[in-house]
């Protein structure tokens, strides 16, 4: 991923988006707090992208953009917002009402059966921009192990009326191809038209891609 981007930056390589999913682990931002690891089971790694501490593994789509600023708009709070858009819009297509928060990381669902005031983040958006290409991107849960994010405090948000869920969690039954045929088809709505190799999952690519760590914008 660095070396990419520091091609499109270079001008040697065009926009690339993976589709990926991980092993098991942890990646810690620049922000995180090591009081936040509650059981480290899994690896943690510094990934060097803004926000703290995250899970990601399987059942997980994880979305890294390598997106030249400098062509589409040097404005990384409008990169921001529309990658919440992407996730949201994408959602809707599901079915499920998710929205952004101004005081809170992530991208939430209301959960009233929960209680008052309940939510869960059901996708959570972390990035770096260097030189105006931007680096890593968003996670979003379509049905990955819920029970492995209580080894941390996800993104420092620790107060009990805030949890995590996925689309299975929500009574969704969809695959992970259709997930991504979905995040396609709103990629290029907000984005622009993309091509094939352009936005491609590494599902089939060789393991050293596919597992390969994440390697700056707070988290959301």
Not at 157 to 185: C, Q
Not at 205 to 211: E, I, N
Request: glycine residues 8%; contains cysteine; aromatic residues 6%.
């Amino acid at each position: 991923m660095e070396t990419r981007a520091a091609q499109i930056a270079a001008g040697k390589a065009a926009e690339l988006v993976w589709l990926v999913e991980h092993p098991p682990l942890y990646t810690a931002g620049t922000s995180a707090n090591a009081a936040d690891v509650i059981d480290a089971r899994f690896p943690i790694y510094e990934s060097g992208r803004g926000g703290q501490l995250t899970y990601h593994g399987p059942g997980q789509r994880v979305v890294y953009l390598m997106l030249d600023l400098k062509r589409r708009g040097p404005d990384v709070r409008r990169f921001v917002a529309t990658l919440e858009d992407w996730i949201i819009h994408t959602l809707a297509v599901c079915n499920v009402r998710a929205e952004r928060r101004e005081d809170r990381i992530g991208v939430w669902v209301r959960r009233p059966e929960k209680g008052e005031g309940c939510e869960d983040k059901i996708a959570a958006i972390g990035i770096r921009v260097k030189q105006w290409v931007t680096l890593h991107g968003m996670a979003l849960n379509v049905d990955p192990d819920l029970s492995h994010f209580s080894g941390i405090v996800p993104c420092g948000v620790s107060e009990k009326r805030y949890g995590v869920t996925s689309l299975t969690d929500l009574g969704i039954p969809i695959s992970m191809a259709e997930v991504d045929m979905i995040l396609r088809r709103e990629f290029d709505r907000l984005f622009g038209p993309s091509s094939n190799y352009m936005l491609g999952s590494t599902e089939n690519a060789p393991r050293s891609v596919r597992s390969r760590r994440s390697a700056s914008v707070p988290s959301r």
